[in-house]
């Protein structure tokens, strides 16, 4: 069983940045892909960003692409996701989620662990 603890989050103005980090209690972080999600209100959940299980594959959602990067250092168990040029529309809870599939999917039902989510609020 893996858990995830995200923090980071917080209010910032439209074109601040804040960088969210997901610790992991699992040793064997190492072997897991990672994921952001986030959900605005009213919204479903949005696919971020992916980082496979040793960094060497990193991907993004089209509304963050040039502007989010995501990271992880295995030795601290703890991915990250630096978010920069804030706009409003990036207002949600983000989540961080581990699945054990190589191959780093995008999709939400692909991960079964998630942390409980930091609040994003960006004001204009």
């Known amino acids: 069983q893996v858990q995830l603890v995200e923090s980071g989050g917080g209010s910032v103005q439209a074109g601040g940045s804040l960088r969210l980090s997901c610790a992991a209690s699992?040793?064997?972080?190492?072997?897991?892909?990672m994921g952001w999600f986030r959900q605005a209100p009213g919204k479903e959940r949005e696919f971020v960003a992916i980082?496979?299980?040793?960094?060497?594959?990193?991907d993004y959602g089209d509304s963050v692409k040039g502007r989010f990067t995501g990271s992880r250092d295995n030795a601290k168990n703890t991915a990250y996701l630096q978010m920069t040029s804030l706009k409003p529309e990036d207002t949600a809870v983000y989540y961080c989620?581990?699945?054990?599939?190589?191959?780093?999917?995008?999709?939400?039902?692909?991960?079964?662990?998630w942390g409980q989510g930091t609040q994003v609020t960006v004001s204009s």
């Open positions: 980082i496979s299980y040793n960094g060497g594959t990193i």
């Open positions: 989620a581990a699945t054990p599939i190589v191959v780093p999917p995008s999709t939400e039902n692909a991960y079964p662990y």
């Open positions: 699992e040793r064997t972080f190492s072997s897991y892909t």
